[in-house]
């Protein structure tokens, strides 16, 4: 299931208040009616790239291990992380040794996105971004865990026009 609103558990785990972390921006650029999403390239522990879609007044975020698909038959495994506060969108830097999330983010894509359906276990949807163009899912794999869903292009059976 996609909670609902869960990035104080995220904040709570970050202190970017510190000397050596880049900050997030605090006032989001937004165009209105257009929810966004980013990738980011997050080089910590492992590297990896955090997929983040603006849903109900927060980022809903996956870890994807390996970078995004942009052809539709390749599928990634997508682990479902905590919220993160829309500030995040735009947030690339150095997160210091020692805090959570230890390491290098960089903007990997973003842009905006078009809705085609929304289950809980299922989201479709089209992205307009530099990189990740086109109709994509991100599907619950419950089998595997309860955080675990696949991500994947799809093929386009009709266009959401932008």
Known sequence: MIE????KKSTKKRSLKSKNT??????????PGAPRFVVQKHTATNLHYDFRLELDGV???????KEPPTNPNIRRLAIQVEDHDL???DFEGK?????Y????VELWDSGTYDMETRKDYKLVFFLHGKR?????TI?????????????FKTKEEHRIMR
């Open 4 to 7: 609902k609103n869960t990035h």
């Open 22 to 31: 880049s900050q997030p921006n605090t006032t989001p650029n937004k165009k």
């Open 59 to 65: 980022l809903k975020s996956w870890a994807i291990p």
């Open 87 to 89: 500030s995040y969108i």
């Open 95 to 99: 997160i210091k040794e020692g805090d």
């Open 101 to 104: 999330g230890a390491g290098k």
């Open 132 to 136: 990740l163009r086109g109709r994509y």
């Open 139 to 151: 599907l619950r794999f419950e089998k595997a865990g309860p955080n675990t869903w696949l991500f």
